[in-house]
């Protein structure tokens, strides 16, 4: 594991549904129910992984009381939601269904095709983020150059690395690499890690490009998936 920080869900149901996302064959719509589906579960796991989480809180059942094996989430009125436009919406929002109550903000960063190198376009963050735990979600992780810019922008803002978790669908070696090194506390939970990078460094085996074939933007009619 290139990230010590990082939590690869282990999760058979979520292995099956990530296998029909990453099908080249996949038709649009049986894709983004399935997108919809591990993004649901992510969200859960994500959520559980908060660093304000409390473990182990003596709870009182109809027949008993349990003393281990709890996880109470810290309240949602605590929490921000960051999604890195666009694709990051789609997991940001499957978070937002299941803590509706939870600010969200926005970060727009463009990657230059020509450098690869990622370009801030845009942020609009909610008051108070500071004092918040942040759930930063985009669904690939492929150098890390867009997850640092964000993660700067939230360092920036006053938020402290440690209260920042970020979750995506794919992740690769040189990615996590990236994050280990210049945003080390930043805890990372993902449902995959690929082998690597290509030559224009997207991540292979991968998916393709997450957002086109959700959205159905790019991709169908070129052939290169559905």
């Known amino acids: 594991m290139a990230h010590s920080n990082a939590v690869v869900l282990d999760s058979l149901a979520m292995k099956a549904l990530l296998t029909t996302i990453r099908r080249k064959s996949t038709p649009q719509r049986t894709y983004v129910e ?3 589906r591990l993004c649901a579960m992510l969200a859960e796991e994500a959520l559980a992984r908060l660093p304000g989480t409390a473990y182990d809180v003596p709870v009182e059942t109809p027949c008993g009381t349990l003393t281990t094996g709890s996880a109470v989430v810290v309240p949602e009125r605590d929490i921000c ?3 890195i436009m666009r694709s990051g919406a789609i997991l940001q929002e499957a978070v937002r269904r299941v803590v509706p109550g939870a600010k969200t903000a926005k970060i727009l960063i463009q990657r230059d095709e020509e450098t690869a190198q990622p370009v801030l376009m845009y942020s609009k963050l909610p008051p108070k ?3 918040m735990n942040v759930l930063l979600c985009d669904p690939m992780l492929a150098t ?3 997850a640092l810019t964000a993660i700067k922008v939230l360092k920036d803002a006053g938020v ?3 209260r920042i ?4 669908v794919v992740s690769c ?5 990236n994050l280990k090194k210049h945003a080390p506390k930043v805890v990372v939970v993902t449902s995959a890690v690929d082998e690597g990078l290509d030559a224009r460094r997207y991540i292979v085996p991968g998916l393709g490009d997450f957002g086109d074939r959700y959205y159905g933007t790019a ?3 070129e052939g290169f998936w559905g």
């Open 219 to 221: 991709g169908y009619d």
């Open 129 to 131: 983020i500071e004092a």
């Open 144 to 146: 890390g150059g867009s």
């Open 160 to 162: 402290p690395e440690e």
């Open 173 to 177: 070696p040189e990615g996590l690499a």
């Open 34 to 36: 399935h997108c919809d």
């Open 81 to 83: 939601l960051v999604d």
């Open 165 to 168: 978790t970020f979750a995506n």
